[in-house]
């Protein structure tokens, strides 16, 4: 048995420790500030989330409640918005017939409204925050445009019939498209909000404390964004932590879940391959079912398990559905027109841009504008990638210099690959394009070339190609891209294997909609200077 350690914790930003009354009497563990390490595990105290603080009223104010409203308000707001800008464009009537139709139009809006979100709450798109953590406005996209194309022209139908107003097909077409448009960005500007709220945090335990259930955790920590406020593990025979994880402490034995879950005002448990019987867990998660919390399962073989893929049942027993691995040749069709029509128009609008980054990298330092080196593309084919220079000329001859520094070989990482942090090799020029990752948008003239796709694999350069064989090759099945799965979801944290792992996984279940998705993430991490999503290798750019 681990011994009993520490009260309770402060678990940051208004935050109250729990009473003792509940917790785990038989000796399992809470690892307090201090406390001399159990089975190698250590951490802060551990503390409830504190209900009481996010209360109005009578009502616990958690995640739910809080982005319910948010995207509520943001959607009435969105659509009044757009609403408003098609009278304008259209022109008020100057006449008294013509204003007593506008009002008519206004009295139908309004009426339509509570038919507006009744359509919203069917598809899910009020309901998914609480559910899924990772879930983002680039999920609600394909829910928006559904509910806008039906309602809006279901509506011009019935005005015309019924006779109650009298809209105009142009305005009908205007208020779809500005609605849209309005409606994912008011919506990502209301997660934006709830983001930075305290309900926003959900209350974590992890079932599991092997190397499933450590990796499950890194992941939680690298992106704050998802509100997984982790509070420990619960295991009874915990593996070694690992180093970024030994603040991270162990609570007890799945026989203490339900106590640990009321105490610590648990939101969500996520089931991570516990050493516990299949019985045990049977047990476990029928007693779970009786509190107001989320849980999670990591499936078996989730390595292979791409979000696309179905559950079905047969007989009774659940069936997740695989994916085809093939990609029709129109699936191909549609992946190339997609990458020519966007990155035909970003080079387009941004070509005064382009020109003055060239102009500001040749000003600042000699050497050529654009960065060239060989990758590995499509099918094992060698290409020539293009980046704006970022490094001063002898970076390459400098390399060695500042090898000691690559952060993927500290503290016994991988050293497959290479990232310097803050690398003094950098131009100033240089640090602001990679921090927007302007430097990356010469590739747009591979996409061109149909050497790359805006979103695919990581297009690595041939040292680290060498280290990927067997099923790792499949991730060559489609062109590299300027920004993918493992980009968006990790970026310069992810170890090589995964890596690879995730590029196989994009491979094998690709669908157009996932890279939409992947675009809209990526855009989104643009806009908020974080350097990665379109960071193509961590070789240097020089």
């Not at 918005?81 to 506008?102: I, K, N, S």
């Not at 990458?339 to 070509?351: E, K, R």
């Not at 990758?375 to 001859?397: N, P, S």
């Not at 970026?491 to 196989?504: A, G, H, K, N, T």
């Amino acid at each position: 048995m681990l011994e009993t350690r520490g009260d309770s914790v402060a678990l940051g930003r208004e935050k109250t420790r729990p009473p003792r009354q509940g917790l785990p009497s038989n000796g399992e563990v809470y690892a307090g500030v201090g406390s001399t390490p159990v089975n190698g595990w250590s951490g802060p105290e551990v503390g409830s989330k504190g209900r009481e603080e996010r209360t109005r009223g009578s009502r616990v104010v958690d995640r739910g409640w809080l982005v319910r409203r948010a995207l509520l308000l943001a959607d009435v707001l969105a659509l009044s918005l757009a609403f408003a800008a098609v009278e304008l464009v259209f022109g008020l009537g100057t006449h008294l017939g013509d204003r007593y139709d506008d009002l008519q139009e206004f009295g139908f809006f309004l009426a339509m409204i509570p038919f507006w979100v009744v359509a919203a709450k069917l598809y899910g798109l009020y309901d998914r925050d609480e559910d899924r953590a990772d879930n983002t406005t680039a999920d609600d996209l394909i829910g928006v445009v559904h509910v806008l194309t039906i309602g809006t022209w279901l509506v011009f139908a019935v005005a015309s019939i019924s006779g109650l107003a009298s809209p105009e097909a142009g305005k009908c077409l205007m208020f779809w498209g500005l609605g849209i448009l309005f409606v994912t960005l008011s919506r990502a500007a209301a997660r934006t909000f709830c983001r930075r709220q305290a309900a926003y945090l959900q209350n974590t335990l992890i079932v599991g404390a092997g190397d499933v259930g450590q990796q499950l955790v890194v992941r939680l920590l690298q992106h704050p964004e998802y509100g997984l406020h982790v509070l420990g593990f619960v295991d009874a025979e915990p593996k070694e932590p690992r180093n970024e994880l030994a603040h991270i402490p162990i609570l007890g034995t799945i026989e203490d879940l339900p106590a640990l879950v009321g105490s610590l005002k648990i939101e969500r448990v996520i089931i991570a391959f516990s050493g516990d019987s299949h019985e045990e867990m049977l047990h476990l998660m029928r007693v779970l079912k009786d509190f107001d919390l989320r849980v999670d399962i990591v499936p078996r073989l989730f390595e292979l398990v791409p979000p696309s893929a179905n559950i079905h049942t047969l007989e009774g027993v659940p069936l997740i559905g695989m994916p085809r691995t093939q990609l029709a040749r129109s699936s191909l069709l549609l992946k190339r027109a997609l990458d020519l029509v966007i990155s035909v128009g970003i080079l387009v609008l941004l070509a005064p841009l382009l020109l003055a980054i060239a102009a500001l990298i040749k000003l600042e330092s000699r050497g050529p504008v654009l960065f060239r080196q060989v990758r590995m593309g499509l099918h094992e084919q060698q290409f020539v990638i293009f980046k704006f220079r970022t490094m001063v000329a002898d970076a390459e001859e400098r390399k060695q210099d500042v090898a000691h520094l690559n952060k993927h070989v500290l503290n016994g990482g991988d050293p497959r690959m290479f990232k310097v942090p803050d690398d003094p090799r950098l131009t100033k020029v240089g640090r602001i394009l990679r921090r927007y990752s302007l430097d990356e948008l010469p590739q747009l003239l591979n996409v061109l070339r149909g050497e790359m796709s805006l979103v695919g694999p990581r297009p690595l350069i041939l040292d680290e190609h060498h280290f990927v064989d067997d099923w790792g090759l499949r991730r060559l099945d489609l062109k590299p891209g300027m920004t993918g799965l493992w980009q968006v979801l990790g970026r310069d944290s992810i170890p090589f294997d995964e890596m690879v792992r995730l590029d196989y996984l994009y491979v094998t279940t690709w669908s157009l909609l996932s890279d939409i998705r992947l675009l809209f993430r990526t855009f989104a991490s643009l806009g908020k200077g974080e350097r990665g999503p379109l960071r193509t290798s961590a070789a240097p750019s020089r």
